[in-house]
């Protein structure tokens, strides 16, 4: 059975930090890329950043870039997200997702995805 399993989620001070992880199994982690999502209330689902297991390419949104770091730790077959100096716009549910296929990640086209964690930046 596939499973991705977030965790790392809360409620943090604006300029504060998080790191979230994304647990995988069920499949080969070394053959996938791995996404993180996240939709605010109101709002589209949007990918934040993606990381490629077999390559470790990344892909980072623009209004992340410079405070957010994607990594993969292929031994424990986990996916981290590194948020440093949040802001109250990055409020929203994260997802992992994955797929073969970094660009299908990137777009969204994902094979798995998990249930998500809640990420609250107060002012």
């Known amino acids: 059975e596939v499973q991705l399993v977030e965790s790392g989620g809360g409620l943090v001070q604006a300029g504060g930090s998080l790191r979230l992880s994304c647990a995988a199994s069920g499949f080969t982690f070394d053959d996938y890329a791995i996404g993180w999502f996240r939709q605010a209330p109101g709002k589209g689902r949007e990918a934040v950043s993606c990381i490629a297991s077999y390559d470790h390419r990344t892909y980072y949104t623009d209004s992340v870039k410079g405070r957010f770091t994607i990594s993969s730790d292929n031994t424990k077959n986990t996916v981290y997200l590194q948020m440093n100096s949040l802001k109250p716009e990055d409020t929203a549910v994260y997802y992992c997702?994955?797929?073969?296929?970094?660009?299908?990640?990137?777009?969204?086209?994902?094979?798995?995805w998990g249930q998500g964690t809640q990420v609250t930046v107060s002012p």
């Open positions: 997702a994955a797929d073969a296929n970094l660009g299908a990640v990137i777009a969204g086209r994902n094979d798995y």
